[in-house]
């Protein structure tokens, strides 16, 4: 069964830059689109970036994250990664990763990983 761990994240000041690591154990990722999820205390969860298969590739950002946020894969280790610079303090959240049921244009996600926090403060 697929399971997915989410690393990197941490305390980093405004401006600074962290790249959160979603590895995947019992399936190889290559074959899913991934989703980037956060989610803060008394707020809906929100995407923030997705990425499809291999064969395809496509990536997709929320505004607020576009041109700051780079999602991308490293099929050799199993890992999507997203490279967060630029970074503010409402990008303060729990970050998940989880694969989408179909593709990035659709909604549903299938399996998620723990969570990793990610706080930015001076």
């Known amino acids: 069964q697929l399971q997915l761990v989410e690393s990197g994240g941490g305390l980093v000041q405004p401006g600074g830059s962290l790249r959160l690591s979603c590895t995947a154990s019992?399936?190889?990722?290559?074959?899913?689109?991934i989703g980037w999820f956060r989610q803060v205390p008394g707020k809906g969860r929100e995407g923030v970036a997705c990425?499809?298969?291999?064969?395809?590739?496509?990536?997709y950002y929320t505004d607020s994250v576009k041109g700051r946020f780079t999602v991308s894969r490293d099929s050799a280790k199993n890992t999507v990664y997203l490279q967060m610079n630029t970074l503010k303090p409402e990008d303060t959240a729990v970050y998940y990763c989880?694969?989408?049921?179909?593709?990035?244009?659709?909604?549903?996600?299938?399996?998620w990983g723990q969570g990793t926090q990610v706080t930015v403060s001076p």
């Open positions: 019992g399936y190889m990722l290559d074959y899913y689109d």
């Open positions: 990425i499809s298969s291999s064969s395809d590739g496509s990536t």
């Open positions: 989880a694969t989408k049921s179909l593709t990035c244009l659709d909604s549903q996600e299938g399996y």
